[in-house]
């Protein structure tokens, strides 16, 4: 379970101060699957990167499965990403060093998985995103949308207990978006994994069970994905 208790995370900027999330409360159950929407700017990338670890609020607390994670130690924040947390960040994040393969392999090796388990473990997850005929291709090699599989990929192969996705169809054509789709639904089905989906997708937010909309900063509405008005904002 994500809970958020009277979060608010505020970025400085000269004399400017952004309030990027302006005093959150709200809970995520542990088999949800949530949709996160809001226009550009209205704090959806900052309150992902909060759930997971990547950044801290400035008050309030953000609890996941009991682990609170500003006061958690290193070690317990270590944990947390290498077995419970998979992320697919809006900008991909991948490895520009490693292959295709190695990228999905990495959240393996982390976990002390052998090699040899990993690269099967990897091959099935990159055939699920249909990437099976690019796991030599190093990134700088990759399109967009293949960036963005193999990036799901990696954020999926360890079956973390919470996965974040920062707009994880955006670059995807309408035959991929469905493929990724169908793998969100997958999982939400199978219950094992809390899905937090940020998207401007209308897709993707009807397939969510609840939709959280932010607006500067702040939850404007609640509603189940089902319910979601077709305007997108
Ligand atoms: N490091 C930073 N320093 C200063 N301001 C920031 C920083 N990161 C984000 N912001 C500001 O905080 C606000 C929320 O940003 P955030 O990235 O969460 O928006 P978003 O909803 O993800 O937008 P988009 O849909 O464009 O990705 C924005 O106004 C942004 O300019
Ligand atoms: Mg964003």
């Given at each position: ?27 995520i159950e542990a088999e949800e699957f949530v949709a996160v929407t809001g226009e550009s700017g209205s704090g959806k990338s900052t309150f992902l990167h909060l ?118 169809t955006g670059n995807l054509d309408a035959a991929n978006a469905e493929k990724v789709l169908e793998i969100f639904r997958r999982i939400a089905d199978e219950r ?42």
């Amino acid at each position: 379970m994500i809970e958020l208790k009277n979060v608010t995370r505020r970025y400085q900027q000269g004399e400017n101060a952004v309030l990027a999330l302006d005093d959150v409360s709200l809970r995520i159950e542990a088999e949800e699957f949530v949709a996160v929407t809001g226009e550009s700017g209205s704090g959806k990338s900052t309150f992902l990167h909060l759930i997971g670890g990547l950044d801290k609020p400035d008050a309030g607390e953000v609890v996941v499965n009991g682990l609170a994670l500003q006061t958690a130690s290193d070690k317990q924040l270590t944990e947390y990403r290498a077995h419970h947390l998979g992320i697919v960040f809006q900008f991909f994040n991948l490895l520009p060093t490693l292959n295709v393969l190695e990228n999905v392999c990495l959240p393996l090796e982390f976990q002390g998985v052998g090699l040899r388990e990993a690269t099967v473990r990897a091959r099935q997850m990159l055939h699920l995103v249909g990437m099976e005929k690019r796991e030599r291709h190093f990134v700088h090699q990759l399109s967009g949308g293949e960036m963005q599989r193999t990036a799901i990929a990696r954020a999926l192969v360890h079956r973390p207990k919470v996965l974040l996705a920062d707009e994880p169809t955006g670059n995807l054509d309408a035959a991929n978006a469905e493929k990724v789709l169908e793998i969100f639904r997958r999982i939400a089905d199978e219950r094992l994994t809390t899905l937090v989906v940020v998207t401007h997708s209308i897709e993707v937010a009807e397939t969510a069970e609840r939709r959280i909309h932010l607006r500067n900063g702040a939850v404007a509405e609640l509603v189940g994905g089902s319910t979601c008005p077709r305007n997108g904002e």
